[in-house]
């Protein structure tokens, strides 16, 4: 393998890395814990971070499936697997910021203002 197929490997894999670990900190630490602290006003603390949060995972997503695709059309490693995973993801994430936010703020605006995003789309 050469250098340059040795960093798109490391570029994907560290993408991948940092998206999931993103996931399960925000999942099992970061949210748990600021409903503990704030209780009922969490609620506007978390939705204010959703939009950033999937942004971040959209941009970690697309550069490991970029950097797989490279990887793979120089056949440095087998990346066909790592950038079908990685669209999967960032279709999930897409759909998760421009369309489940979006039903979100709707819905708030007939329910409590404590689920609401005060960030725009």
Same mark, same amino acid.
């Given at each position: 393998?050469t250098l340059l197929g040795t960093g798109l490997l490391v570029v994907?894999?560290?993408?991948?890395?940092?998206?999931?670990?993103?996931?399960? +900190?925000?999942? +099992?630490?970061?949210?748990?814990?600021?409903?503990?602290?704030?209780?009922?006003?969490?609620?506007?603390?978390?939705?204010?971070? +959703?939009?950033?949060?999937?942004?971040?995972?959209?941009?970690?997503?697309?550069?490991?499936?970029?950097?797989?695709?490279?990887?793979?059309?120089?056949?440095?490693?087998?990346?066909?697997?790592?950038?079908?995973?990685?669209?999967?993801?960032?279709?999930?994430?897409?759909?998760?910021? %421009?369309?489940?936010?979006?039903? %979100?703020?709707?819905?708030?605006?007939?329910?409590?203002?404590?689920?609401?995003?005060?960030?725009?789309?």
């Open positions: 393998m994907a894999d560290a993408a991948l890395g940092i998206w999931l670990g993103s996931i399960v +900190f925000f999942s +099992f630490i970061g949210a748990p814990t600021t409903f503990d602290v704030l209780g009922d006003d969490a609620g506007q603390v978390v939705n204010a971070i +959703f939009p950033k949060y999937y942004q971040f995972g959209l941009g970690l997503g697309v550069v490991a499936f970029g950097a797989a695709v490279v990887g793979n059309a120089m056949d440095a490693f087998d990346g066909i697997v790592v950038a079908a995973l990685a669209l999967v993801g960032v279709a999930f994430t897409g759909y998760a910021r %421009w369309v489940l936010i979006r039903r %979100w703020r709707r819905r708030a605006t007939t329910r409590s203002p404590s689920i609401t995003c005060n960030r725009s789309s």
